[in-house]
């Protein structure tokens, strides 16, 4: 996947904004099942809010890993909320 240019991730920060966070990544942290949510989630919505409240102090590493195991990019980290990013294939 390639990297976000600066223009690109200002505009999905802008976007993000908006959106509110769907998602809550729980005490077990980066289950298989909570994987597949976030994968099922990427299939109607390109830009998803991950809320990392109950994680706190490993906020900075679960969201790299979060990113990393959707293969998507991690826009944000602001507070306790990762904004991450994956680009719907193109329809055949």
């Keep these: 996947m390639t990297t976000l240019t600066n223009a690109e991730r200002r505009h999905l920060k802008s976007l993000a904004q908006r959106l ?11 289950t298989d099942s909570f994987i597949n949510t976030v994968n099922t989630a990427f299939a109607s919505h390109e830009l998803l809010k991950v809320r990392l409240s109950n994680l ?13 195991k959707t293969d998507s990019q991690l826009v944000w980290l602001i507070g306790h909320v990762a904004v991450i990013y994956r680009k719907k294939p193109p329809n055949k």
Excluded: V
């Design 20 to 30: 509110d966070a769907t998602l809550s990544i729980g005490k077990l942290g980066l």
């Design 56 to 68: 706190k102090e490993q906020k900075k590493t679960l969201a790299a890993e979060l990113a990393q």
